[in-house]
Structure formats: C-alpha cells, structure tokens
C-alpha cells in the first residue's frame, strides 16, 4: 500500500464520491495498492471521531467504486492497518468481485475511432496521438468512464467538428465534480443537473463559435491594430457574438423541461470564436451581460471612482442586438451566467501534470495574469509558473466566474459554486464582486518536449 495524493486519486475515483460523503466523513489519506488495482482511504466520522478505511475497486465499467468500508476504530493507526489487511487481499480478488451490478451497458471510449483520418479534428489528433498532451488524455481517461451520453453523438462530435465544445462540457463536467455535486445526465437537455447538499442546479453548456460565411469558411476576425479597432471589437463585435449564443439557448426554454422546473438554471458559456480569443474577450460578457460599461479614475486621495455608463445596444457592421442580456424578455428564467477561458485543453494537460499522468520529457510554462486583490487596483498582475514546479497547484474550478441574475426568477446560492469569483449586477450599473485571493483571468501554457529535434 503505497500514499497518493489528492489529486491522483480525485482523478481516478472523485466521480464515485456521493454529496453527503463531506458532511458525514472528513478524508484524511489516500492509497493505492498493485499498481493502482484499488485505492484506499481512511476517513474519519465527523460525529463521533473515529476513524475507519474505505477501498474502492473497478466495476464492470471501469469505474473505481467502493467495494468495502472497515469497522470504525478509535485508533487512526489501527483503522490504517485494517485498510491496508482489506486492500492486500481485494487486490487479489478476481475482477468479477468488485463489479456492483448496476452497470448499464459499456464505458463510453472517447479515443477509439472508426472514421477516416481527414474526417478527425486536428485539436483530436494532437489530444490522442502527440507526447505533449498525454498527460491530459491519460486525466481523460478515468473521466469518460463516468461520462454519459444521452444525445449519442458525443463521441463523434468530439473527434470532429465539435471538439472544443464538447472540451468545455467535460471541463464543467471535472469542475462540478471537484465542488461536490453528483452530476446527472440521463437528460439529453440540458447538459447538467448538478445534486449537492446545497440544493440542486441545472447547467446548460453554451460556445461561442467562429462565424462562417455563405460557404462555411471561417471569416477572420477584425483586425485589432489600433486602440479605436479593439475598443470596438469588445464594445460591440465580441458582445454581439456573446448574445447570438446566449439568446439562441435563451428561446430553448429549457426551465419548462420537467427535469429543470422550479431550480436555478446556468447557462455556462465560453468562447471559441477564434484560436486564442478567450485569452482576450473576457471583459465583453459582462459589458453585456449588464447593460454598462464601466469608467473609471483614481481620486487625489488615490481612491478609485468607476462610472457606470449604460449601453443601450450593440452595433457592428450593419447588426444591432440591445444590450442588457438580463433585462431581456424571459431572462428572469436564467439564474446566472458562468463563464471560464480555463476550459480548454491546455487546462486538461496541467491538470494531467499535476495528477502524475505526464511524460517526463514534457515541460510545461502557464504565463497569464490574475487578479491583483490590493485595494484600488485596476491593472491585472502577471504571472509566470512552471506547472512541473513540485510547488504548482491549481483546481478545476480557479478562474470560473459566475454573473448573477439580478432579475432571477431563481436566484443562485453563491456558496453553491465555491472557488469561483461572483458578480452581482447593482440597479445602479455598478457590478459587486466576490473573488477568491488566487483569481486567474486568462492564460497561455507553453509547452516544450525536451529532446525533440
């Protein structure tokens, strides 16, 4: 029985924990044992203080799921003894043993194709096949276990032309999962029902997607060589994309779906319009969202005054949307926008690293900027780390942002999303924010193989 750390074994078996586990049991320790054929861990019961030992196997799906719970002892010594008795010996236990009879159907396999190469998207090849991103495909792996499918066109979608949607979804997917929810998909709309000790929430996944012209080629984005072009492009272009996509899913009405009545309903969005424009785009969700743009200065005393400004609408190239996604007809229905540039699959592939799925002749640099929590500060501060650094962390959920509903007609707990930065849009235009002393706000992860010519 060896230790492993949190997040390996999150990796490998968070997917199996239950909400109320965290209330009753405080996890103390992980292990594993025979290569990783099953994993321990002694908990502790919050009531009483005794301590007990948990092992978890694989089920007829692959899944690990816990196969035995010791006794409760007194002794934190005595009950890891026990654990490591009960691991030694299920270890040895044929396969059959650890299967819990109510798998349905085989494990989805994300990896496995039977279309033609051309068909397959470049974004699924590099995930599949390159060196550079096997420590995100071996994180995948355990995940798409757990994973169902509903619609039936995930796998397809995901090594085609819906790659980087579908990455999103399984980021939302790895983030609910690490707060504690027990994620249900047996709807195929919307894509989450997230049940946790709080409550419950429906999620609906949403993508800003390139623009295309008449004959499906991708038109570029605008050139953004002056202030005046990127003024714009975030005033109205990037603000027009943003609504084409929520106001699309807005007319779904998903709150009249049974599954989703009478709970809060998020639409989580982020944007791929183009190869690196989520890096860049943030700041025009919220100048949307709200209906304001956002003026600012600092007083002689150094104090800082922001202005609301309100928007009455967007307009680009011959478009006009209005602005204010909350105050549109029927938004009451959306409970809060949640929005991350971390969902990609650069996120996978530190997330890999640090679980210890990595090859070690991949080095990998995160360069972004964070939010600077010192009063007044209006600059991001910047920041360089090496994710193979023994001293990096990082959670799924760092970095996400939840835009409430002021209008709500169910409004958000916001503990319901820890780890995230909230926002609450004041009548006034002013935005109050919530945001956890490490915030990233964007970043790009560089990433070098180390012998390659």
Known sequence: MRPLKLVRFNALAAYSRQPPIHV??????????????????????????????VVFGRDRRGRF????????????????????????????????EHYQGDEDGPPLDFFSSKLPRDKLSQDFLKLSETEAFVAARRIIDPMMHWYEDPDGNFIEQFQTTGFNARIWELYLFAAFVEMGYRIERIHAVPDFTCEGVLGEFAVEAVTVNPTRDKTGAVVPLPRLDTREATHGFLRDYMPIKFGSALTTKLAKRYWKKPNVAGKPLLFAIQDFSAPMSMVFTRSALPLYLSGYTHEWEHDPQGQLRVYPRKIPSHKW???E?????????????????????????????????????????????RLGQAVDPTPNAVVPKDFKLSVNSPDYTETWVEGLDVYHNPKAKHPLDPSMIPGAAHYFIQPDGYIESVSPAWHPLGSVTHIEVQGEP
């Open 24 to 53: 009753l049991t405080e996890e103390l320790a992980w292990f594993e044992h025979a290569n990783e054929r099953v994993l321990g861990v002694v908990v502790r019961d919050r009531t009483d203080g005794d301590f007990a030992g």
């Open 65 to 96: 799921r816990a196969v035995y719970t010791t006794a409760f002892h007194p002794n934190r010594l005595h009950a890891k003894a026990y654990l490591r008795r009960e691991m030694e010996r299920i270890s040895m236990a044929p396969n059959e």
């Open 317 to 319: 190239q011959g478009k």
């Open 321 to 365: 949307i209005p602005s204010g996604f909350f105050n549109l007809p029927e938004a009451e229905n959306i409970s809060a926008i949640v929005f991350s540039n971390s969902g990609t699959l650069s996120k996978f592939n530190r997330m890999g690293v640090l679980a210890g799925f990595g090859s070690p002749r991949v080095r990998m640099t």
